[in-house]
């Protein structure tokens, strides 16, 4: 007996922006059904360029609710000087905490 391929299904991690003002701050959870009680780090990039990254382990008690744990809120500050004149590529990575690997969660424009 020969494999020729194995499908493994890895399920994308969990995005949800609950609040987003204006421009300048995103507000949200992030998880992975793989591993939900690691913590996830969310990588912004504008145009292809990453221009933060930080952890989604907020202490948020509508949390627990949601997703069973009350630290994996993230409420990011977008910082204008990122965005240049016209239509700007938004896109929000979340890096599995098995694979280690970044996956896109969600990809907007953004005018200035």
């Not at 409420?75 to 204008?80: F, P, Y």
């Amino acid at each position: 007996i020969t494999i020729d391929s194995i499908n493994i299904n890895i399920p994308s991690p969990v995005f949800n922006i609950t609040s987003w003002t204006s421009t300048n701050r995103v507000v949200g959870y992030a998880y992975s059904e793989r591993s939900p009680n690691s913590v996830v780090i969310i990588k912004v990039l504008v145009n292809n360029r990453v221009v933060s990254s930080q952890y989604a382990n907020q202490y948020r008690p509508s949390l627990k609710y949601i997703v069973g744990s009350m630290y994996h809120g993230f409420n990011i500050t977008l910082n204008r000087n990122w965005l240049k004149t016209g239509a700007n590529n938004v896109q929000f990575q979340v890096i599995d905490p098995v694979s280690k690997e970044a996956m896109v969660v969600g990809n907007y424009i953004l005018r200035k």
